[in-house]
């Protein structure tokens, strides 16, 4: 009786402890899976029009836009037009560095350059924001931070 | 440990001063209930800083602090932020964001007026948050950006670790875990429904919504607070 009672507080702990670790280690957990799975999405940056110049740290600029279209791999279903866009291509990150004026789509999702503003699906970017935003536009056209934090 | 501390209200009852969080007893010496942040405040969970509120001030036991004047309530925080790549010119220019998103906004609970009061300091001289000053209710360890790094920081009670790189929006959405606001989103599944655009959401645009304030201030709400 008493040996069944420890192999009972035994297991018991075993599963204390694994739900414990499960707790702990879950978000970062699902970082580095939402990482990995980001970093095969084709980016696009761009200089943010609104923005100002955000304090230089580490020579990292932060005045830029960084897009990536849910679930997109293949840089060539990414649509581009207008008159004065500019893009280039850099295979290795797998990022478009965009500029000019113009409208950069993927399936139902468009993102519009303008002037002094971008609008994605209608949204308005606000146009006094400081620094830099990291959007990643789900396929219903939600927008989302790409990049996150975790605290416990 | 002196009495004369600041801030708190002295109940009718018994010699016990309540202590926005705690009752301090001064017979015993020591609070009579538990940190509320427990763990978060050390092992000896009736401890006041470490048993050395000289140096180390923690006058709320909180990681911030509610203060009720009239009808004004100010909810105040101050971060050092430490190591190498803290700066003077990255404090105000997380200073800059959080008065953009806390400082800067009014807020109300119920009829009282709300103000945010955090201030940021930095101290590139020193790598450990024991070490770094001046003391602050919150010590952030500055990581330098390197390239597309996905994850901008950690935040464990009063403690972070963030990178160099945050946008403004990031600063105070993390600000927020120092007033021990969840996220509002998962991962896999992203903003919770009904709190879209709310600043522990995972949007692009968020604004400190009025249920975040809420939460601050009930979680230390000072006894006889006729806000509500």
């Known amino acids: ?152 | 440990m002196g009495l004369a501390l600041n801030n708190s209200a002295v109940s009718p009852q018994k010699l016990k001063l309540y202590y926005r969080a705690r009752y301090y007893d001064p017979l015993a010496g020591r609070f009579l209930n538990e940190d509320p942040i427990a763990f978060r405040g050390g092992h000896n969970f009736y401890a006041y800083v470490g048993e050395d509120p000289v140096d180390l001030v923690d006058p709320g036991g909180n990681d911030y602090h509610v203060g009720l004047n009239g009808n004004t309530i100010t909810v105040s925080a101050t971060v050092t932020i430490y190591g190498p790549s803290a700066s003077n010119q990255l404090a105000q220019s997380w200073q800059n964001d959080v008065n953009r998103y806390w400082n800067g906004r009014n807020f109300q609970f119920g009829k009282c007026n709300v103000h945010f009061d955090i201030k940021f300091f930095a101290d590139p001289g020193h790598n450990w948050r024991w070490t770094a000053s001046p003391k602050s209710d919150n010590y952030v360890n500055v990581i330098p950006q390197k390239g597309d790094e996905r994850l901008l920081d950690l935040t464990w009670s009063s403690y972070g670790r963030w990178l160099s790189g945050l946008t403004d929006q990031d600063v105070a959405h993390s600000m927020g875990h120092f007033f021990h606001l969840g996220d509002d989103y998962s991962l896999i599944s992203g903003t919770k429904k009904g709190h879209e655009g709310h600043m522990m959401s995972n949007d692009v645009i968020r604004n400190v919504a009025q249920h975040e304030v809420d939460d601050i201030i009930n979680a230390q709400l000072p006894p006889g607070c006729g806000c509500k």
């Open chain 1, 1 to 152: 009786m008493k040996r069944k009672y420890r192999k009972l507080l035994f297991w018991a702990a075993v599963c204390v402890a694994l739900a414990a670790c499960l707790v702990i280690t879950a978000p970062a957990m699902n970082s580095v899976l939402m990482a990995r799975k980001l970093k095969r999405f084709v980016k696009i940056e761009t200089i943010y029009p609104g923005c100002q110049e955000r304090a230089r740290i580490n020579n990292v600029s932060h005045c830029e836009c960084e897009f990536v279209f849910d679930d997109v791999t293949d840089a060539s279903t990414i649509l581009f037009s207008g008159v004065n866009l500019t893009r280039s291509y850099d295979e290795e990150r797998r990022v478009f560095r965009v500029g000019g004026t113009g409208t950069i789509s993927s399936g139902k999702n468009t993102i519009q350059l303008l002037v002094d503003r971008i609008v994605i699906n209608s949204i308005m970017i606000p146009s006094d924001r400081p620094s830099a935003f990291h959007v990643l536009i789900k396929h219903d056209g939600a927008l989302t931070n790409s990049r996150w934090d975790l605290h416990w």
